[in-house]
C-alpha cells in the first residue's frame, strides 16, 4: 500500500461520537449510507507521517473516519534539530462512497501531547480539498507556554460552508496538516514540543462525515 499506511475497516470507541440528524434549509440531511465506504490510501508525504507512521480506519457506521499517527512531533529549544519546529504531513485518501451519496468533512477533533516551557509557543494548522478544487483556508489553533499537558483543538463546518465531493466523480480527498513550535523567550537549553501522536492508539484524530443524497440519485 501507498505509504506503507495501514488501513482498517472498523475502529472502536473514539467514534462513538457521530453526527446528529440536521435538516438544513436549503436541502435535507440523509442519515449515512446503509453501504460501507472504504477508504484507499493514495499517497502519504511530509516529515510528520514516515513511512509506516499512519493509520487510517472507518467507522462501522460510516459518521467518521480516523488517522492515527505514531511519529508526528515537532520540537524547539535545547539540542533539537534547527529543522524540527515544523512537521507536516499530506493525506491523498480515495474515499470510495455508495453510488448516489455524497459527503463533506463536517468536523475534525486532533488531539495529542504539548509541553512548552514559558515563553514558547506552539500552532497546529490543517486544511481539506478535493482534487481539482480550491484548497480551504487552513484553520490554526495557538497555544502558549507554560504548558505540559494533553491538548485538543477541534476545526467545525457550518452546514451552508460544507464542501461536498463532486456527485458522481471519484476525486481524491487531501488532507494537509501541520505542527510547529517556537522556542520563543524559552531559557537557553530547555526543549518544547508538541505531538499528534499515539504509540497505544488511544489517540487518534477524528473526521466526523455529513452524507446527503446526489440529485436524480
Known amino acids: 500500500?501507498?505509504?506503507?499506511?495501514?488501513?482498517?475497516?472498523?475502529?472502536?470507541?473514539?467514534?462513538?461520537?457521530?453526527?446528529?440528524?440536521?435538516?438544513?434549509?436549503?436541502?435535507?440531511?440523509?442519515?449515512?449510507?446503509?453501504?460501507?465506504?472504504?477508504?484507499?490510501?493514495?499517497?502519504?508525504?511530509?516529515?510528520?507521517?514516515?513511512?509506516?507512521?499512519?493509520?487510517?480506519?472507518?467507522?462501522?457506521?460510516?459518521?467518521?473516519?480516523?488517522?492515527?499517527?505514531?511519529?508526528?512531533?515537532?520540537?524547539?529549544?535545547?539540542?533539537?534539530?534547527?529543522?524540527?519546529?515544523?512537521?507536516?504531513?499530506?493525506?491523498?485518501?480515495?474515499?470510495?462512497?455508495?453510488?448516489?451519496?455524497?459527503?463533506?468533512?463536517a468536523s475534525a477533533d486532533y488531539r495529542g501531547f504539548l509541553s512548552l516551557q514559558p515563553g514558547a509557543s506552539a500552532t497546529q494548522k490543517a486544511s481539506y480539498y478535493f482534487q481539482g478544487s480550491s484548497q480551504t483556508v487552513p484553520k490554526s489553533h495557538p497555544f502558549s507556554g507554560a504548558y505540559n499537558d494533553d491538548w485538543q483543538a477541534t476545526d467545525s463546518t457550518d452546514w451552508a460552508q460544507l464542501v461536498w465531493a463532486p456527485c458522481g466523480v471519484l476525486r481524491n480527498f487531501n488532507i494537509n496538516t501541520e505542527l510547529r513550535v517556537n522556542a520563543g523567550t524559552t531559557s537557553p537549553g530547555k526543549v518544547s514540543f508538541m505531538t499528534m501522536d499515539s504509540t497505544d492508539g488511544d489517540i487518534s484524530t477524528v473526521y466526523h462525515l455529513a452524507w446527503k443524497q446526489c440529485p436524480n440519485a
Open 1 to 105: 500500500m501507498a505509504g506503507g499506511l495501514l488501513l482498517s475497516g472498523a475502529v472502536a470507541a473514539l467514534l462513538s461520537s457521530a453526527l446528529p440528524a440536521h435538516t438544513p434549509a436549503s436541502g435535507v440531511f440523509d442519515n449515512p449510507p446503509p453501504d460501507k465506504i472504504v477508504i484507499d490510501v493514495a499517497t502519504v508525504n511530509g516529515s510528520g507521517c514516515p513511512e509506516g507512521t499512519a493509520a487510517v480506519a472507518v467507522s462501522p457506521d460510516n459518521t467518521a473516519f480516523t488517522v492515527t499517527y505514531s511519529s508526528y512531533l515537532a520540537q524547539a529549544g535545547g539540542n533539537s534539530d534547527p529543522t524540527a519546529f515544523r512537521k507536516n504531513c499530506q493525506l491523498n485518501l480515495v474515499v470510495h462512497v455508495p453510488q448516489g451519496f455524497t459527503y463533506a468533512v
